[in-house]
């Protein structure tokens, strides 16, 4: 492949501000199996000084006798094969990632900073309660914290991320429902949901009731209160919606299943565009997850474990997670002691060991509170700002199929290049060229072709600028030359892999050529 | 591709080829189209029910995983065992590719379906 301009490239000269980029350094990198020669080792060890066991005697049957394959490397060898392999990587603190939905925000230093200081870093989930007040008070300042940004009554911090969030709200509301005695087996999704809503509806053993949008992409309130009865325990909304728009009826919605003593419960997914602005609790949600690793700037991806704490209406507070953290009596400083509640009859029980991801809690606190209520208000309104720029500047050559205002993502489809044969991925693809990560492609299903992006507030106007050139040249290539997007990238080590093999036959596992599982 | 006269449709992309008391179900070729490449089908076991309408397994493309739903009513007599291992015949003849035989207990219920005429228009509109 190519690294510098081909020829056909050269047919359409980049009108705007190209970012160059070039190949990987490292062209090829065999897997760290092919690259084993026996005996080799990074390590020496001394000689043994205590007497040889016997791992048979001591284990019996269960004692392994294939030592399995392992790979045998020199330490030079292994730092560099995992370097250069690091060197493939794309992430957020090299370019922008305009994943929509998935609100790739910078990870602020500050953040990191903070977790690592020693007694935070390393405190011991074991240590007596009395030693561990400071760590106690992250978790209660963080709820709440997060209480007054949502507007709810009550707060777990323990799910490990946004999907397990959902699950552990969903079983919140399937525990109120039994209390009641008046158990439910039906919850309402909108056709625009992340397919986490219904895999977790019906992993709490729920029927999933498809709701249809209306033609702006929002709920169809008609519909609604058609499907809404006695049998249903919630609905599962995302608001604002995957496509970007804020349900502005979103009160009324509350109304109708509060009429039938159904609950709303919010995916807090697209947090990023409500935070300072307006307030789930005040808007009628009854219970809510949210993404730490979105909204509040912990790491998203491979940089990190999620966290997907769970906010709910006073209602469904006896059923939270235990342990909570509660205040005992205040001393003569006026502060109260930290304790960890377990007696908590009603609970839906533990969700997560110990007390949930603990970094992150850290991370977003200090994220909250280096913001202040201010800052957290700029960051909403930079990123609504950020998003509606790309779709002004890009509307003219990239199909808008709801025409709705949006917030802090817009959603385009690939309908006009479709016309010459080049789609969503295609485009994508070719993005990788003039260095940017991929934005989401085809999803959500109810806008065929999609093209999702979510550019949140962490890009300054140079690097969205640099953006909208690649996305405006793209365009034109699609046009004029669909051949370079179908064939692209054309700038990295490898090209199109073969994704439907990929997902029909997986490998999981090296296989040696020879077939021999040991050695 | 021309849609079997021979054949019933949903308006969620499915058809049925009825024979006498019995139906094959697969989806149409519009369906194989906008999903894309399918990489894995989920069908329900023989011996169980499905009704009109309602979810019978999925199907999963590179793209996205779809629902199945049921043309009619009846019980699942046999499951195409060849989608498990050659998903991508759905994507070459998608029109021959079954995926259930049922036994169908509600024959009035083909009433309701559309012919290969209707389901063609529904297409056509739907993707205008």
Known sequence: MATEDTGKEAAIPFEGKRRKVSSHPSQNEALIFEKSSPGKRAYRLPPLDVPEADPSALLGTSARQDPGMLPELSEIEIVRHFTRLSTWNYSIDLGMYPLGSCTMKYNPRVNEFVSRLEGIAEAHPYQPESLSQGALGILHLLERCLLEITGMDAITLQPAAGAHGEFTGILLARAYHQAQGDPRHRILIPDSAHGTNPATAALCGYEVENLRSNSLGMVDLAELEHLVTGDTAALMLTNPSTIGVFESEIHKIADILHAKGALLYMDGANMNALVGKTRPGDFGVDVMHLNLHKTFSTPHGGGGPGSGPVAAKKILEPFLPTPVVVEGPRGEDGRATLRLDYDRPRTIGRVRAFYGNFGMFVRALAYILANGPDGLRQTTEDAVLNANYLRSKLEDLYELPYKTPTLHEVVFSDRRQAQKGVRTGDIAKRLIDYGFHPYTTSFPIIVPGALMIEPTESESREELDLFIDAMRQIAREAQENPELVLTAPHSTRVSRLDEVAAARKPMLRYMPPDGAVGQ | ?128
């Open chain 2, 1 to 128: 591709m021309a849609y079997p006269a021979s054949y019933r449709y949903t308006r969620e992309h499915e058809w049925i080829e009825v024979q006498g008391k019995t139906g094959k179900v697969g989806i149409t070729d519009h369906a194989q189209e906008s999903l894309g490449d399918i990489v894995f089908v989920e069908l329900p076991q023989p011996g169980s029910k499905v009704e009109q309408g309602k979810v019978f397994g999925s199907v999963e493309s590179v793209k996205a995983v779809s629902e199945l739903f049921s043309p009619v009513t009846g019980t699942v007599l046999e499951v195409n065992k060849e989608l498990e291992t050659s998903p991508e015949k759905i994507n070459k003849d998608a029109h021959s590719a079954w995926m259930l035989k049922l036994e169908i207990s509600d024959p009035a219920g083909l009433d309701r379906l559309l012919t290969a005429d209707q389901y063609e228009a529904y297409v056509k509109e739907e993707t205008a």
